[in-house]
């Protein structure tokens, strides 16, 4: 398990709300060496990568490669999931696929009704997958337990419930408290 200073937790948050999660700009109390040396342990952990920056599209840049050239950073699928968040695929078309908008007319023609959104399912083997079994299981699960068995801080385990389970999965997380355990949490019967 990574354990995650308040700044870099801080990063991945911002990075992992931002399109492509990009991981700058950087907190405005973050500057200089100080940066440097958490963004470069970042990158040494896995939680960063950079990548060339698209200068045409506006993207933020870290550091200057020459010719013209640079890079930005960006939060890694282990950097999402050291903050609780499962990595999406967020771009699956083909390397060199401009999603650029067209300057081509619009057409007042009909579209078809757009798919519903294909219902997320977690790998097997993943903390997620452990959590949701914990909370499936008929005596449910305290939030110590649930730490105990995921190596997760408690705030983490939280998140999980509320992002990944609830808002991602569409998950009904329910809690009550039961004398002897304290809070306990189940996943409603759907």
């Known amino acids: 398990m990574t354990q995650l200073s308040d700044t870099q937790s801080l990063i991945l948050s911002a ?14 109390s973050l500057r200089g060496g100080a940066a440097a040396k958490v963004v470069g342990a970042m990158l040494s952990k896995g939680l960063l990568q950079e990548v060339d920056a698209d200068l045409r599209k506006g993207e933020p840049m870290w550091r200057e490669t020459g010719d013209g050239h640079g890079t930005t950073l960006v939060a890694t699928d282990a950097g999402l999931a050291a903050i609780g968040i499962e990595p999406e695929d967020t771009n699956t078309a083909p390397v060199g696929v401009d999603h650029a908008p067209s300057d081509a007319p619009a057409t007042d023609t009909p579209t078809a009704p757009e798919a519903a959104p294909k219902a997320r399912t977690p790998r097997e083997g993943t903390k997620q997958a452990t959590l949701i079994a914990m909370l499936r299981a008929q005596e449910g699960a305290t939030i110590e337990e649930i730490t105990a068995t995921t190596g997760w801080q408690s705030h983490t385990v939280r998140g999980a419930m509320a992002g990944a389970l609830k808002k991602k999965l569409g998950l009904e997380v329910t809690s009550e408290k039961v004398e002897g355990r304290g809070r306990v949490y189940r996943l409603s019967a759907a």
């Open 15 to 28: 990075a992992a709300q931002r399109p492509e999660h990009i991981a700058l700009p950087l907190p405005e």
